[in-house]
């Protein structure tokens, strides 16, 4: 699984000043966005689709979870 990292904007404030501050966020995507026949998982990463929508919004552990549980994981 050779996951692409997802880039992630945010706005912090130092001193008064407001910066702007990227983050790299791992993600298992491939960039071959197919679901399977039910609609349901990613046949490129393995995600179910309620994953995908979720995957920015969620924690650093909660992200974690799912890349162990893909682990291994072809399309």
Known sequence: ????PHMEVG???RGGRRSLQLH???SPCVNIC???KAGRVCTGCGRTTDEIRRWT????????TIMERLKGFSS
């Open 1 to 4: 699984m050779a996951g692409q």
């Open 11 to 13: 706005h912090a404030r």
């Open 24 to 26: 790299v966020m791992e």
């Open 34 to 36: 197919k679901l399977d």
């Open 57 to 64: 919004g969620m924690s650093k552990a909660q992200r974690r």
